[in-house]
């Protein structure tokens, strides 16, 4: 018992240490991209004839308008990651974020409803339920420092999250509307073991990297891209990480995939969809729904793109809805955003 607490403490040590170094590197970038870009454009090559390097292309100074897009995108990101760290380290840790992560000017705080540490049967997957717990943990705090070097009245606060596996939780109903529970009197808990707690990051993972993707083209300045687009990546490394365990976990938790794949696409649609024909954006886990066939790790188009969501399509499926909203779900009171556009689902509708 006592190695197993040091071992523990030095694995928390290591995260702690990891995230230090995530959230000072962002919040540098951040700094940088409020007061920097001009000595950057300024910044030329040595006078110096033996110097081959060019000089730089200057770089344009982001409009306020921008400026302010470019902070709601950051802000409905933070939103998501809110809700992923949270559940990863309750599922990891069993402790929720301290108070310090979660206040800010924009919104109102919310509690968090459920939650409880995994008791992982395979040391492996509880290794990475730490490390991606970790990583979202570092994406709060990067996206917080980056938003507070923009302007501090800026930060949203953590909204409501209801991240419970009882009959009244988020999972629950998501359970409920993919088919992998009784639709009725069914029950799905995410912290019950291993399998449980994969299909619920595997609901979560797909989402972020489809929901960074789609918001790229709305980011004005190369260094907020920069972040946005490490986060991405990390968010794209976790997801291929759930589908892959999963796919290996055999036919059972495969066609579990699908459904929840499957419902999510149920409640994104598109700008063009009708009840009949909605655009798969993330496809499941296998070539066919039965689990048979063979895998489809990296879900994306004829040209080996991944898909994007817009603002309306991401709380579509975080709310749980395929009506226009303001809430539900897992943000049983919505999102905070100071673009009144970015915290709305549609109705399959378009975003800002």
Avoid: W
Avoid at 37 to 61: E, F, H, I, K, V
Avoid at 111 to 123: A, L, N, Q, T
Wanted: a negative charge; proline letters at 5%; charged letters at 20%.
């Amino acid at each position: 018992m006592i190695k197993d607490s040091i071992f523990a403490a030095l694995e928390l040590a290591d995260a702690r240490r990891a995230e230090r170094r995530r959230f000072l590197k962002l919040a540098g970038a951040g700094t940088a991209a409020v007061g920097g870009l001009a000595l950057l454009s300024a910044c030329g090559g040595d006078d110096d004839d033996d110097d081959p390097a060019p000089t730089p292309s200057p770089t344009p100074t982001p409009t306020a308008t921008g400026v302010a897009t470019d902070i709601g995108v950051l802000q409905l990101a933070l939103n998501l990651e809110y809700l992923e760290a949270q559940f990863y380290s309750m599922a990891a840790f069993g402790r929720r974020l301290p108070d310090a992560s979660l206040t800010g000017a924009v919104g109102t705080r919310g509690d968090v409803s459920g939650g409880r540490r995994v008791e992982f049967r395979d040391p492996i997957i509880a290794s990475y339920a730490r490390e991606i717990a970790a990583d979202e943990i570092a994406h709060v705090n990067a996206l917080r420092a980056v938003i507070t070097a923009a302007n501090p009245s800026l930060v949203i606060a953590q909204p409501a999250l209801n991240i419970d596996g009882g009959a009244t939780g988020a999972f629950t109903a998501a359970a409920r509307a993919a088919g992998l529970v009784d639709a009725t009197t069914g029950t799905f808990d995410p912290y019950e073991n291993d399998d449980s707690f994969l299909l619920a990051a595997f609901l979560f993972e797909d989402v972020g990297v489809n929901a960074y993707k789609g918001a790229s083209p709305l980011i004005t300045s190369a260094v907020y891209l920069e972040a946005a687009a490490g986060i991405l990546a990390a968010e794209a490394y976790h997801a291929g990480l759930i589908r892959t365990e999963l796919y290996r976990r055999g036919t059972t938790a495969r066609v579990a995939a699908n459904k929840i794949s499957d419902a999510r696409d149920s409640l994104d649609g598109t700008p063009t969809a009708t009840a009949t024909n909605r655009q798969d954006l993330d496809q499941g886990i296998s070539a066919n729904a039965d689990g048979t066939g063979d895998a489809n790790l990296v879900p994306t188009d004829a040209n080996g793109i991944a898909f994007s969501r817009t603002s309306a399509q991401v709380h579509n499926i975080v709310y749980l809805r395929n009506t226009a909203g303001l809430s539900g779900g897992f943000f049983p009171a919505g999102t905070n955003n100071s673009i009144a556009a970015l915290r709305t689902s549609g109705a399959f509708s378009t975003p800002i």
